[in-house]
């Protein structure tokens, strides 16, 4: 059986998010001008004409996103990433909570725009990022190869593992005995990709919500749920009845995506990351959700 560490793709992630523009066209409006003394003091001319132009743009710019919408899109069943709580708000005023919406709602305070929040289906999210109906993906979103192909990542925020849930007494105990054993599923999560390359499609049963996949678990219809480990432990803690085995399916990092190409928006959200990391409200927002063991 392959275990499947796609953790080293963070490396990748980071590379597509430095990548680096060409000289601007006014750099090389003033180099050739350069080259005649006679076109000399105009070049200087141009070049401040230019200069100037690109700090009204880029002040603009500004300007613009402020008080602009930033639109996540998510699939709010992912607890303690993303959920419906009707006793909370959440950072757009909705009962959406978790620690990918108080994230995406700090990173919408610093760029000076305002967070609305998206609920729909997880595999939903990229096709949403593609056509700019989303401006940001915050989903417990784990960054693969393939994903990559179709959107770009920040950089990541958080570890997460794939662990297996069994029913008490299961007589699975570990990866090995999934073999011909029904697997349940969230739709389109790397817990489904990695089940059907390991143990073939037709053992895996796929759902919408991991809460459901859950159901299935207590009603006998699946024999193990493969999920990430923060809403494994929440779904066990909620029904009696139901274990996590101790050992790890797969590891995985989560990363905010965005529309591929979107360097100007990544650039802005991972400055903004790299900030709440470093005044430590990153690890208050965790904290608040995720108590440490
Ligand atoms: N981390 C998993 C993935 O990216 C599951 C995410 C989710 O269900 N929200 O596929």
């Given at each position: 059986?392959?275990?499947?560490?796609?953790?080293?793709?963070?490396?990748?992630?980071?590379?597509?998010?430095?990548?680096?523009?060409?000289g601007s066209a006014s750099e090389t409006?003033?180099?050739?001008?350069?080259?005649?003394?006679?076109?000399?003091?105009?070049?200087?001319?141009?070049t401040t004409a230019a200069e100037a132009e690109e700090t009204t743009a880029a002040e603009e710019k500004e300007e613009a996103s402020e008080g602009k919408q930033l639109i996540m899109a998510?699939?709010?069943?992912?607890?303690?990433?993303?959920?419906?709580?009707s006793s909370m708000t959440g950072p757009d005023g909705s009962d959406i909570v978790g620690i990918d919406a108080e994230i995406?709602?700090?990173i919408a305070e610093k760029l000076g725009m305002e967070l609305v929040i998206e609920?729909?289906?997880f595999d939903s999210i990229i096709p949403e990022l593609q056509s700019g109906k989303a401006d940001i993906g915050a989903?417990?979103?784990?960054?693969?190869?393939?994903?990559?192909?179709?959107?770009?990542?920040?950089?990541?925020?958080?570890?997460a593992v794939q662990v297996i849930i069994v029913t008490e007494g299961s007589e699975i105990a570990g990866p090995d005995d999934l073999a011909e054993k029904t697997i349940g599923v969230q739709q389109g999560t790397t817990g489904d990709i990695y089940a059907s390359d390991d143990f073939g499609?037709?053992?895996?049963?796929?759902?919408?919500?991991?809460?459901?996949?859950?159901?299935a678990l207590l009603q006998g219809k699946v024999d193990a749920v493969i999920i990430d480990n923060e809403p494994a432990k929440v779904f066990v803690s909620e029904n009696e009845g139901l274990k996590l085995l101790d050992t790890a399916y797969a590891e995985e990092e989560y990363a905010i995506a965005v529309k591929k190409g979107n360097t100007e928006l990544l650039d802005q959200i991972n400055?903004?990351?790299a900030e709440l990391k470093e005044s430590g409200t990153l690890d208050e927002i965790v904290a608040k959700y995720i108590s440490a063991e």
């Amino acid at each position: 059986m392959k275990k499947k560490f796609v953790c080293l793709l963070m490396a990748a992630a980071c590379t597509a998010s430095l990548a680096a523009c060409g000289g601007s066209a006014s750099e090389t409006t003033a180099a050739a001008a350069a080259d005649t003394t006679a076109a000399e003091t105009k070049a200087a001319d141009d070049t401040t004409a230019a200069e100037a132009e690109e700090t009204t743009a880029a002040e603009e710019k500004e300007e613009a996103s402020e008080g602009k919408q930033l639109i996540m899109a998510t699939n709010a069943e992912f607890p303690p990433y993303e959920y419906h709580d009707s006793s909370m708000t959440g950072p757009d005023g909705s009962d959406i909570v978790g620690i990918d919406a108080e994230i995406a709602g700090a990173i919408a305070e610093k760029l000076g725009m305002e967070l609305v929040i998206e609920d729909i289906a997880f595999d939903s999210i990229i096709p949403e990022l593609q056509s700019g109906k989303a401006d940001i993906g915050a989903a417990g979103m784990t960054v693969t190869e393939d994903r990559l192909v179709n959107v770009d990542f920040s950089d990541t925020y958080a570890t997460a593992v794939q662990v297996i849930i069994v029913t008490e007494g299961s007589e699975i105990a570990g990866p090995d005995d999934l073999a011909e054993k029904t697997i349940g599923v969230q739709q389109g999560t790397t817990g489904d990709i990695y089940a059907s390359d390991d143990f073939g499609d037709e053992n895996v049963d796929r759902y919408p919500k991991g809460v459901d996949a859950v159901q299935a678990l207590l009603q006998g219809k699946v024999d193990a749920v493969i999920i990430d480990n923060e809403p494994a432990k929440v779904f066990v803690s909620e029904n009696e009845g139901l274990k996590l085995l101790d050992t790890a399916y797969a590891e995985e990092e989560y990363a905010i995506a965005v529309k591929k190409g979107n360097t100007e928006l990544l650039d802005q959200i991972n400055g903004a990351l790299a900030e709440l990391k470093e005044s430590g409200t990153l690890d208050e927002i965790v904290a608040k959700y995720i108590s440490a063991e």
